[in-house]
Nanobody, 128 residues
């Protein structure tokens, strides 16, 4: 059983910054890649960024590349999504998820079907 908890969502103005955090606990959380997805009402959930278990590999959707940075802390259990130069179109509920495979190393996944444990989500609102 994996428990995933997000934090850090807030309301900011265009151009502002936020840092989201995600902590995954439980034996099955070990050796998993961690990703952030986001969803707005009426739209499908979309991939934002992923970091490997090692922390050495990352991948971003084009919309956020250069503005967002995903990282894993030294404990391995917490992943951060640092968001800069926020835009109104970044407004969404942000979800953290860990993969269902536990391969470890530098494996990365981007499809939501590859992730087996999800958090409840944290709201990010960017106003113009």
């Amino acid at each position: 059983q994996v428990q995933v908890v997000e934090s850090g969502g807030a309301s900011v103005q265009t151009g502002g910054s936020l840092r989201l955090s995600c902590t995954a606990t439980g034996r099955a959380a070990s050796r998993t890649a961690t990703a952030w997805f986001r969803q707005v009402p009426g739209k499908e959930r979309e991939f934002v960024a992923v970091v490997s278990w090692s922390g050495d590999s990352t991948y971003y959707t084009t919309d956020v590349e250069g503005r967002f940075t995903i990282s894993r802390d030294s404990t391995k259990n917490t992943v951060h999504l640092q968001m800069y130069l926020l835009k109104p179109e970044d407004t969404a509920v942000y979800y953290c998820a860990v993969d269902r495979y536990g391969y470890g190393g530098n494996y990365l996944f981007t499809h939501d079907s590859d992730f087996g444990s999800w958090g409840q989500g944290t709201q990010v609102t960017v106003s113009s």
